[in-house]
């Protein structure tokens, strides 16, 4: 069974930085699709990048391409989401998503794939 579990959320002013970290276990396939969501109050949960565990591949939602970049580090079983030039509009609650034996981890923004496996979610606050 795959767990997640995130970290690094906090309070920063517009213009800052954050990184978001997800470490998991439990994968029993190599290739697997992994993604950071977000849900702020009274919208929808939308995906804001995803990863390809195996070839690396990435892909961003529009709203936080140049800003955001996900990446992996193997050794540590771990996910990140490093955000900069913070806006007030990035404020929600972030989460690490999963699904195992995957590929088309772009599903993941397209709203075309979910993932199986969520993390608990971690508090980001811009403000301005």
């Known amino acids: 069974q795959v767990q997640l579990v995130e970290s690094g959320g906090g309070s920063v002013q517009a213009g800052g930085s954050l990184r978001l970290s997800c470490a998991h276990s439990g994968f029993t396939y190599s290739r697997n699709c992994m993604g950071w969501f977000r849900q702020a109050p009274g919208k929808e949960r939308e995906g804001v990048a995803a990863?390809?565990?195996?070839?690396?591949?990435?892909v961003y939602a529009d709203s936080v391409k140049g800003r955001f970049t996900v990446s992996q580090d193997n050794a540590k079983n771990t996910m990140y989401l490093q955000m900069i030039s913070l806006k007030p509009e990035d404020t929600a609650m972030y989460y690490c998503g999963a699904r195992e034996n995957a590929f088309f981890c772009s599903g993941f923004l397209l709203r075309q794939r979910e993932p199986n496996s969520w993390g608990q979610g971690t508090q980001v606050t811009v403000s301005s």
């Open positions: 990863i390809d565990t195996r070839l690396g591949g990435t």
